[in-house]
T-cell receptor
């Protein structure tokens, strides 16, 4: 299995632009998570899906952030409009039951 | 919200030394997971613990699920340079949402050759 696949690995964008991060979970895992990692706040859960349905989005910072999971093999995290304070590493993770498996992350820089 | 207190925040040790780190909480967990994150990579699962008192090893790594269910420990014996990285604990709350793992802030390990 290729593991959790995220794209792009790096994204540099200008403030105000729309950013879309993509994730392909491990096949057969029924839960998918989006995390944000910064030096100051560590790993923060943004949203998670169970069987493609959003269960808890209380970690989404504000309305500029949105996430979708149209099917079991694909999810997106969108930021519109992006701001410099959104700069961070964004991780996607999937779980069969308990153990979460992480992708390599997308390093987002908003200038 | 629930929090995990992970300590120490950072460690500088000599190659060959043993390492200990732990996570504690006021909440009760039914699962403890330990991850390692290398620079530029995502966290990788090292050890999973599912029962109070459980002691599990993975090579030079040993982790324990505390009897009270409120803590967990990770030990690394005879450290080597490739042990460098950030180690995270994560806990699944008893009665908590099935999806949510709570992560500690991490322990950054540096090893001097």
């Amino acid at each position: 299995d290729a593991g959790v696949i995220q794209s792009p690995r790096h994204e540099v964008t200008e403030m105000g632009q729309e950013v879309t991060l993509r994730c392909k979970p491990i096949s057969g895992h029924n839960s998918l998570f989006w995390y944000r990692q910064t030096m100051m706040r560590g790993l923060e859960l943004l949203i998670y899906f169970n069987n493609n349905v959003p269960i808890d989005d209380s970690g989404m910072p504000e309305d500029r952030f949105s996430a979708k999971m149209p099917n079991a093999s694909f999810s997106t995290l969108k930021i519109q409009p992006s701001e410099p304070r959104d700069s961070a590493v964004y991780f996607c993770a999937s779980r069969p039951v308990t153990e979460a498996f992480f992708g390599q992350g997308t390093r987002l820089t908003v200038v | 919200g629930q929090q995990l207190n992970q300590s120490p925040q950072s460690m500088f040790i000599q190659e060959g030394e043993d390492v200990s780190m732990n996570c504690t909480s006021s909440s009760i967990f039914n699962t403890w997971l330990w991850y390692k994150q290398d620079p530029g990579e995502g966290p990788v699962l090292l050890i999973a613990l599912y029962k109070a008192g459980e002691l599990t090893s993975n090579g030079r790594l040993t982790a324990q699920f505390g009897i009270t269910r409120k803590d967990s420990f990770l030990n690394i014996s005879a450290s080597i340079p490739s042990d460098v990285g950030i180690y995270f604990c994560a806990g699944q709350l008893i009665g908590g949402s099935q999806g949510n793992l709570i992560f500690g802030k991490g322990t950054k390990l540096s090893v001097k050759p």
